[in-house]
């Protein structure tokens, strides 16, 4: 069963029904199948598969964009019981959070939201398209450990190290750590624009986020989370 509704998921992205994704994705709660595995087992391998096509020139546009409404649909929630899990945790850090300017894909950012919350991280998501000057003003607002910044375009990479420069501008850039990460991102490019961190995936993100805040709390130590 667990199979069957796994492979229900993946299709229900693939052929971008939303009402099916949101429903099997309360129907998976209900057997007990995990948020986690639901999103990483049953969810992600369908929009993986339709990059794919689209990479390919096999799908169009719109196909893409049905694909990523069912996502939301069933992202939707699944947020909602991953976030449950964070709710009496005592406050890990907090985290400003948005994928860079020109660039509207949100849903690895949110998955990523949505783990640091299970966690105990109290979370802004700014959403998609968020100036380098809007990450810094909302840091100073929010009085952030870490700002954490997605790109998922190799021409908007690039605005992430505009948004350690408008830290930087603002005076904040010793408080404040910097995680960045999304599918063209790299360790490499990490330390060349002077992130704090670079995590490949939204588990990895939680880990670093931990770890960046360690190092916040000993501001001596030697370990590089990079
Ligand atoms: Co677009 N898109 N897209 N897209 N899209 C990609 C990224 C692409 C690789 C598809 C392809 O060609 N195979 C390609 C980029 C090529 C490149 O630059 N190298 C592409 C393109 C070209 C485009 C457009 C330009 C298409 C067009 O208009 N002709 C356009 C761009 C618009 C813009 O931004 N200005 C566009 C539009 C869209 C949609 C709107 C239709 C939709 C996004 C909807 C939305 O988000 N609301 C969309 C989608 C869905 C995709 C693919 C298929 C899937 C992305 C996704 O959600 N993955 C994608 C192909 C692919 O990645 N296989 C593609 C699932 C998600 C869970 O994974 O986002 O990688 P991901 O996040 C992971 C990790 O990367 C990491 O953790 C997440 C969870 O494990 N992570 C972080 C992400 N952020 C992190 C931050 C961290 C740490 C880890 O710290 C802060």
Known sequence: MRLETLSAMRQSVVDGLPDTARNLARQALSEGISPMAAISEGFVPGIEAVGEQFAKHQIFLPDLMASAEAMQAA??????????????????????????????????????????????????????????????????????????????????????????????????????????????????????????????DAMAAVALARSLMDAKAQPNSSTVPL
Do not use: C
Request: glycine share 12%; hydrophobic share 45%; proline share 4%.
């Open 75 to 200: 992202m939707g929630v699944l947020d909602l019981e991953l976030r449950k899990q964070g709710m009496n945790r005592p406050t890990a850090g907090v985290v400003v959070l948005g994928t860079t300017k020109g660039d509207i894909h949100e849903i690895g950012k949110q998955l990523v939201g949505t783990l640091l919350a299970a966690h105990g991280f109290r979370v802004h998501d700014l959403g998609p398209d968020v100036p380098g000057q809007a990450f810094a003003a909302k840091a100073l607002e929010f009085r952030a450990d870490i700002v954490g910044v997605s790109a998922l375009l190799t021409t908007t990479m690039r605005n992430q190290k505009t948004v350690i420069e408008e830290l930087e501008k603002a005076g904040l850039r010793p408080q404040v750590k910097v995680m960045v990460g999304g599918a063209p991102v790299t360790r490499r490019w990490a330390e060349e624009i002077g992130a704090d961190g670079y995590a490949k």
